[in-house]
């Protein structure tokens, strides 16, 4: 990897494997020899399997549910609807408004209706067959542009049955809807007649005007290890559940209630997690299995299948999008225009948080001094949309690069320059109003992107009929004829860490002692490694800033304090953030100690101390006293040192919901793309070369684990670009499976070179930047333009279809 | 009914079975083997490949009956192969996944192991050429991986080729 402008001052610390180093992944070895205990592993002798009954229907009124006969089937040890759940009947993570188990009505196929504990996954799921539900079919609400414009579409839930929101413009459908007015259209921020005569004007000032609609797919998170978990009872009443989650305090929150227990009375430990990338942050079997073992008094375990696992976890917001772009002849952004409507699905998950985002971020990092934003969030009856990896930044970031892309073919442009010409940079302001308070090195990322070696050509191929560098690949589709090279650049801009105004914190308990006359950390912290790596990191930073190769790290529980979620890219900045803060507190200690024990010599006192290689060092006097004399073993009475540390970021504010302005975000992150791409323009077919990336980190804490996200993320990208989406009809998910669902195989997915950037963010731990979003953002919009520039085609909808790319209109 | 065969080795029979289990369901729920990885259950990832008589496969889609007798190998037995080098407790394989970062949530990974170490015995362990880019594509196609981008999976491969070449000529 090459790495460059290293602005940070380098760490002093000494310690091997620390902060910047790529030390091995300490769950590595339990991973590659098959004994890493995943959510979907855990066992117990006397335990019973649970399976879900789910809707058929995408909207139903329920008219009845009959359980007798699940019951009579020998093997069956409960079967419960929604009039068995102990507390309260919904929950949700910003809205209370799904059902534990569905009343009255169903919203999407694929609610949870009943649930069965049985001893054998399969006569669990004979049981399911034997229950009897009687539905009233109602009509699919399926249209999200209805959903959000048409007063007189009919209501996926009903009024009053959900809280009111003000400051998200909740009304009908809509669970969120967002304006944003600046310059000319913030001037009559609610008169449409107004913003059509700005309209009007700016639109006569323009040399060119680009609009265009888009559509960005459904996209699944696909993580491979499924929906899975262990619930087991316990003598005090309470339960304790072992799952694969991204966030073990925000499950807690949402289970003990619907069981009717206090909080300390469920208590969860994170079994191995398979994956995340946004689907694991709302419930699927938790409460569920919680159920089944206090009813039953036995271990339940729920292991979704893959089908399942389609219904069972929320996707990424499908978009339709209108955006209009002025600009003066020599490229300067005049004005923009965006309307967006985001599909929800059935129930609210993320989508206000999404709103946010989109809406905030719907225009990228470019200089626009006239802007309107309206950003909805609506209820469907379709699949339920929350979290993935990007989190309605990706969505826009297809829209407003695709939009640069022809605005620069209308200008003559090449599309680097359209970009550099209207870059945001640090002190920029986005259209919130918010000021971009770190680097931003927008252009130099451009013109480092640009100036990456391009792949060989075709023709110099040792062999350029070797089918494996084809479009079609070893299916033997074309000998090369009708194959033609296209260049596509994107670039996004994501907003990392919670934003809008949530108290945003983690905490991590460190504590150090001699153990075997050598000195040990232990790291405990309640977060969740979902492959990430954050494991590694935790460690890292300990050994850095305590100067112990040793490092142990617990097992993430809910013992410790919330760790906040693993998402927004935020978890190497905030449980990073309470790691250090709370070795900070540990070193200040041991100081402390060395103090009044005598090591450090009269009169020094102020001379400034260190934790290096396991001993307390002066920078006048060298080594002072090793922590094993200074602490004293531990079994043998020695002392312990042990801090439990919050760490906040610093806040942030709602926009308003008038005109959208605010300070909503937290930290800012890029990265740009160039994508290569081969297709076969006669039969659709599209090979990816290469796909590049150059992405400032401000500070890599890990050179290898970073790559392994770049890429990760770049692949993810690619995948939307050209072959992942649920295909939804009339509400219903027609490819709920691997065979019909595609992701990128290895022989997809082209070599990618990175290019990493170290500009500190100087509010951030380390400076370090979040680094696993920014490159789902922009590989999307440079693959799609780079099959654009090879086809000529206008390719408005993500993922591009064969059919898009020979132009027939299925 | 009662299943019987050689697991890593072991002789093992499984009582009880009912008929429709796949091997993968034997291996994880009765046999205590969970390291083969149920992704898909649909043959698609790869996540649960095994040797079966000497040939990888999808033991999710292997009926527990058809294993009778037969002789299976799982990512709990890479390890246990004697004379390929490495770590004492990993093989080549395995040592060359972790080193490389090729592993992230790791639920692709004991696949990808099993058909990586078919790969390298087919290729370098039988005295030909290391495999290049292009067949390591080839081979491991059939194994999904969501995390990585796949580019660290290639660095290990060819990391565990290149030591595999190095412990064969020797040997």
């Known amino acids: 990897m090459a790495t460059t402008t290293r602005t940070v001052t380098d760490l002093t610390s000494t310690t091997k494997d620390g902060v910047g180093a790529s030390p091995r992944r300490p769950d590595g070895t339990l991973k590659v020899t098959g004994e890493f205990a995943y959510s979907s592993d855990m066992w117990m002798e006397d335990m019973l399997w649970g399976a879900t009954l789910r809707s058929p229907h995408p909207h139903a009124r329920i008219h009845g549910i009959d359980v007798t006969e699940a019951l009579r089937l020998p093997g069956v040890y409960a079967v419960l609807t929604h009039e068995d759940v102990p507390g309260e009947k919904r929950y949700g993570l ?55 414009l048409d007063p007189e579409y009919p209501l996926v ?74 619930a087991i009872p316990a003598e005090d009443g309470g339960v304790d559940l072992y799952v694969a989650t991204q966030w073990l305090h925000v499950d807690q929150r949402q289970i003990a209630p ?76 005049l004005y923009a225009t965006l309307e967006i409507i985001v599909d929800g699905g059935a129930y609210a998950s993320a989508t206000p948080a999404v709103v946010g985002v989109a809406s905030s971020l719907g225009i990228g990092p470019y200089e626009v001094p006239n802007v309107l934003v309206d950003a909805y969030g609506v209820y469907t009856t379709n699949p339920p949309c929350g979290a993935m990896r990007g989190f309605g930044a990706v969505q826009a970031c297809f829209g407003y690069e695709s939009q640069m892309d022809r605005l620069a073919k209308e200008l003559g442009m090449h599309p680097v320059d359209l970009r550099l010409k209207n870059a945001m940079a640090q002190g920029s302001r986005i259209i919130t109003g918010q000021e971009i308070d770190m680097p931003l090195p927008m252009a130099e990322m451009l013109e480092r ?99 112990v190769e040793k490092v142990v790290i617990a097992p993430s529980d809910t013992q410790v304090g919330s760790a906040g979620s693993s998402s927004a890219s935020r978890q190497s900045y905030m449980t990073g953030g309470a ?65 439990t540390r919050e760490y ?22 890029m990265c740009v793309h160039r994508a290569v791409v081969d297709v076969d323009v006669e039969l659709g077919l599209v090979k990816v070369v290469a796909l590049d990336a150059v992405q400032d980190v401000g500070k890599v804490m890990h050179p290898q684990q970073l790559a392994g996200q770049i890429q990760g993320g770049s692949t993810q990208g690619l995948g939307l670009a050209l072959m992942e989406e649920i295909q939804v009809k009339d509400s219903e998910i027609r490819n709920p499976s691997f065979t019909d669902y595609l992701i990128p195989t290895i022989l997809d997915t082209p070599p990618m070179r990175i290019d990493v950037l170290e500009h500190p963010d100087p509010h951030s731990p380390y400076g370090l930047r979040g680094a696993g979003e920014p490159p789902t953002l922009s590989s999307t919009p440079a693959i799609v333009a780079a099959v654009r520039d090879a086809t000529g085609r206008p390719l408005t909808h993500a993922p591009v279809r064969p059919e898009d790319i020979v132009g027939i209109d299925l | 009914m009662r299943v019987s065969f050689n697991v890593n080795g072991e002789d093992v029979t499984a009582d009880n079975v009912w008929p429709g289990e796949s091997l993968l369901y034997v291996l ?94 087919r290729t370098v362990g039988a005295g030909r050429a290391a495999p290049d880019d292009s067949e390591i594509r080839e081979a491991l196609a059939g194994n999904l991986c969501r995390c990585t981008g796949y580019e660290k999976i290639i660095d290990a491969v060819h990391l565990a080729a290149e030591r595999r070449a190095a412990a064969g000529s020797t040997s």
Request: with cysteine; net charge negative; hydrophobic share 35%.
């Open chain 2, 28 to 121: 994880r729920e009765r046999l205590g083997l969970p390291g083969s990885k149920n992704a898909c259950e649909q043959g698609e990832c790869g996540s649960c490949t095994v040797y079966f008589d000497g040939v990888t496969a999808c033991s999710c889609m292997i009926a527990a009956g058809q294993a009778e007798g037969r002789e299976v190998r799982t990512v709990e037995g890479l390890a246990e192969e004697p004379g390929k080098g490495g770590d004492r407790t990993l093989s080549t394989v395995q040592e060359a996944f972790v080193e490389a970062g090729a592993v992230q949530c790791g639920f692709c990974t004991p696949g990808l192991l099993v058909q990586t170490d078919d790969l390298i015995e």
């Open chain 1, 579 to 643: 790691v250090r803060t709370a070795c900070a507190s540990v070193r200040a200690e041991v100081f402390e100690l060395a103090r009044r024990k005598g090591f450090v010599p009269q009169g020094r006192e102020d001379v400034e101390l260190a934790l290096e290689g396991g001993k307390v060092v002066s920078a006048v006097d060298g080594v002072l006293v090793s922590l094993a004399e200074l602490l004293g073993e531990s079994a043998e009475n020695g002392t312990v040192v042990e801090r």
């Open chain 1, 449 to 547: 992107c640009r100036d990456l070696p391009m792949p060989v050509e075709r023709t110099e191929l040792e062999d350029p009929s070797d089918q494996r560098t084809l479009p079609g690949g070893v299916a033997g589709t074309t000998r090369g004829e009708g194959v033609v090279r296209g260049v596509g650049y994107g670039l996004g801009l994501k907003n990392l860490c919670f934003s809008e105004g949530f108290d945003d914190y983690s905490t991590a308990r460190v504590r150090l002692e001699v153990v075997a006359g050598e000195p040990v950390v232990l790291v405990h912290t309640a977060a969740a490694e979902v492959g990430q790596g954050l494991v590694t990191i935790k460690g890292q930073i300990a050994r850095t800033e305590l100067g």
């Open chain 1, 258 to 333: 619907a069981l009717g227990l206090p909080q300390e009375k469920v208590r969860l430990t994170l079994a191995g997690v398979g994956g995340a990338f946004g689907a694991r942050e709302d419930l699927s079997m938790q409460i569920h299995a919680c159920m089944l073992a206090l009813r039953t008094g036995k271990p339940v375990k729920f292991v979704y299948n893959r089908e399942e696992s389609f219904y069972g976890h929320v996707h990424r917001h499908p978009a339709k999008m209108r955006y209009e772009h002025g600009a003066k002849a020599d490229g300067t952004l």
């Open chain 1, 648 to 669: 906040h970021h610093r806040p942030t504010e709602m926009i308003d919901p008038e005109l959208g302005q605010g300070s909503s975000h937290t930290q800012f992150g």
């Open chain 1, 94 to 148: 910003e809205y209370q408004d799904q059902p534990v188990l569905a009343f009255d009505k169903v919203r999407y196929k694929g609610e949870a209706v009943a649930i069965v504990a049985a001893d054998h996954p399969e006569t669990a799921r004979r049981a399911l067959e034997r229950i009897e539900v009687d539905y009233e079919v109602l009509p699919p609400v399926s249209d999200s542009r209805r959903a959000a």
């Open chain 1, 157 to 230: 839930h009903e009024k009053g049955e959900l809280p009111e929101h003000p400051e998200y413009n909740q009304s009908g459908n809509r669970v969120r809807y967002q304006p944003i007015r600046t310059g000319a259209f913030a001037e009559s921020p609610s008169s449409q007649e107004a913003h059509r005569e700005a309209l009007e004007r700016l639109r006569a000032e323009a040399d060119a005007v680009v609009t265009t609609e888009y559509e960005v797919g459904m996209q699944d998170q696909a993580f491979l290890g499924p929906e899975s978990g262990m």
